[in-house]
């Protein structure tokens, strides 16, 4: 017998030879289904792109032809197979914690906790961008908030509203991305139509302004950022309702919603003008354009504080952090603890300047995604007979040669990271690694309660 069947609860009933892998369960507790098919598309849209808004340093970077070809391409050789993964490997262990569930199922408590630590870490620093995004727009208006103390405490007070508003439960987060979504896709939409008319296809091709030196690290962090964290979702796994039949349809539709949300506004207006709203319609629409880019922040931090604090109510589940980290508000029922942690080191690393945020972000979410890629494929050699609601049509050889391919982006993304990043990415490794064992320690020790490995399916 395996160790996956000593984890099984009393409770459950023994299973056919052919489910025993499946991830153990327990019927002692049911909680009620949150997340449906519309606010779970939404809220997986905001996990990775939440409007164009994000694209203009790829121009800037590289010219309208590179952008183009980048935003065209990119989603073929990393948003389609990390979605697709992530479908799979949601439906076949439904339970919050996702991807920390994959790597422990693969290859044990270590390269799970490693994992946990990674996602959690690149997920809360990427979270920090998003009030200093927000705030950045802002300051247009209010010019006080441009530096010194006014913009430090109005990024502060953002944070913390943001961060009670996910206290308030995942229904109302869900359909508030919804509504999010729309508006802040609404300039857009206004502006492409009405650029139409001034598009002149060879624009497209234009490499950008004579002279300028192309800064590649930063189009293709560019790429990456806007692109990425489709499986940061599957910590939620344990909210939806159905998860089996709905994240398959809502990470198909959420691919396809998110590249046209980003190509079809970055061809209507490359093509017309040199980037400026302000030239298609005046500054009406500028103002719109400001307004939807703090409505799409709000909606991006929602969307990956709930990820972060679900995921740390999944470790807990697995054992890889005590008890308390799973207990829910029992007014919202929602993880207050994962809420106020990730909450706190937002505001820690808040004060970094944003590039530095994004590619400390990226940098740690490249370890974890390598880790995932051979995770999946680990499990599809492991265990070919595991009940897999949805599975990708392809065998072993196909799935290794498209996970080799995102696998050489990320080792291009590491490579070409500032000294800074290897710094900060560096000491946070070496402090998952003591982090693993201090928690084992205290395990021990019997300093606080851990659950005994099984989890709960919500």
């Known amino acids: 017998m395996s160790d996956l069947d000593l984890r099984t609860t009393s409770e459950t009933p023994p299973k ?25 598309i939404f809220l997986i849209y905001f996990e990775v792109a939440g409007g164009p808004y994000g694209e203009e340093p790829a121009v800037q970077a590289a010219g309208p032809l590179y952008a183009l070809l980048g935003f065209l391409i990119f989603p073929f050789i990393w948003s389609i197979p990390e979605a697709l993964i992530t479908a799979e490997l949601s439906t076949a262990y439904p339970g919050n914690g996702g991807f920390v569930i994959w790597a422990e199922r693969a290859f044990g408590p270590f390269c799970g906790s490693l994992m946990g630590s990674w996602k959690f870490l690149s997920g809360v620093i990427n979270i920090a961008a998003f009030p200093l995004m927000c705030i950045d727009y802002i300051e247009k208006v209010v010019p006080a908030l441009e530096s010194g103390w006014p913009r430090k405490i109005a990024i502060l007070i953002s944070t913390l509203l ?16 919804v509504l999010l979504g729309l508006v802040s896709l609404s300039p857009f939409i206004i502006m492409s139509l009405m650029a139409i008319p001034k598009i002149h296809p060879h624009r497209w091709i234009s490499l950008g ?9 930063l189009f293709f962090n560019t790429l990456f950022w806007n692109l990425n964290f489709w499986d940061n979702v599957s910590t939620l796994a344990g909210e939806v309702d159905e998860p089996r039949k709905t994240f398959p349809m809502a990470l198909l539709v959420a691919v396809i919603f998110t590249c046209v949300s980003y190509l079809i506004p970055l061809f209507a207006v490359t093509g017309a003008v040199s980037v400026d709203q302000k030239m298609i319609a005046g500054k009406w629409l500028k103002y719109w354009v400001e307004v939807g880019a703090v409505l799409s922040g709000i909606g991006l931090y929602e969307a990956q504080l709930s990820s972060s604090a679900y995921q740390l109510l999944g470790m807990a589940d697995l054992g890889f952090v005590p008890n308390f980290f799973a207990i829910r508000s029992k007014r919202f029922n929602t993880p207050w603890v994962g809420i106020l942690l990730s909450t706190l080191i937002t505001i820690g690393v808040s004060y970094m300047t944003f590039t530095d945020i994004i590619s400390s972000a990226n940098f740690l979410y490249s370890l974890g995604m390598l880790l995932e890629f051979a995770s999946f494929i680990w499990l599809r050699k492991k265990l070919p007979e595991l009940k897999r609601p949805y ?13 080799l391919v995102p696998s050489a982006f990320l080792v291009l993304i590491m490579a070409i990271a ?39 399916e919500y």
Not at 394 to 401: A, K
């Open 16 to 40: 056919a030879p052919d489910t025993l892998q499946e991830l153990p369960v327990t019927t002692t507790k049911k909680i009620p289904k949150k997340l449906t098919l519309v606010p779970l």
């Open 418 to 456: 500032t000294k800074t990043v290897y710094l900060v990415s560096g000491l946070m490794t070496v402090g998952a690694i003591g982090f693993y064992f201090l928690m084992n320690f205290c395990k021990t020790e019997k300093w606080f309660k851990f659950s005994s490995g099984e989890v709960i």
């Open 209 to 217: 302004q004579k002279g300028v030196k192309k800064d590649w690290t």
């Open 391 to 403: 599975r990708i049509p392809m065998r072993l050889p196909g799935l290794i040669v498209m996970c």
């Open 162 to 177: 943001l961060s009670f508003l996910n206290y308030t439960g995942l229904t109302i987060v869900g359909y508030a991305a």
